[in-house]
């Protein structure tokens, strides 16, 4: 039983910066890939950042070099550090996981191959 529960969300101005944390629970056996996703309103929900099945990150271009993932030795937790914030990075932000001994690799911004989802943090960046 795979829970993730996302905190850290808020409200800042243009070029600020949060930091998002997940808290991992349950997923224990065998490999996993990770990753944090978006969705604004009327918006698709899109990938931001993930690791690979070989442990690799990959960034959206959208905020590559902006943000930042990272997660505790003992991959419990999953932190997203967003700086230089923009009005267009508003959305709720959701931390994802794949099924354990799922391999993902190139297909690593695919919604469809993380099975488990946590309730979403809300991010809302003014001008």
């Known amino acids: 039983q795979v829970q993730l529960v996302e905190s850290g969300g808020g409200s800042v101005q243009a070029g600020g910066s949060l930091r998002l944390s997940c808290a991992v629970s349950g997923y224990n056996y065998g490999s996993y890939c990770m990753g944090w996703f978006r969705q604004a309103p009327g918006k698709q929900r899109e990938a931001v950042a993930a690791?690979?099945?070989?442990?690799?990150?990959s960034y959206a271009d959208s905020v590559n070099g902006r943000f930042a993932v990272s997660r505790d030795n003992f991959k419990t937790t999953l932190y997203l550090q967003m700086n230089s914030l923009k009005p267009e990075d508003t959305a709720m932000y959701y931390c994802?996981?794949?099924?354990?001994?799922?391999?993902?690799?190139?297909?690593?911004?695919?919604?469809?191959?993380?099975?488990?989802w946590g309730q979403g943090t809300q991010v809302t960046v003014s001008s």
């Open positions: 994802a996981a794949a099924a354990p001994g799922l391999w993902i690799g190139s297909g690593w911004s695919r919604t469809e191959l993380y099975a488990y």
């Open positions: 690791f690979d099945s070989t442990g690799s990150l």
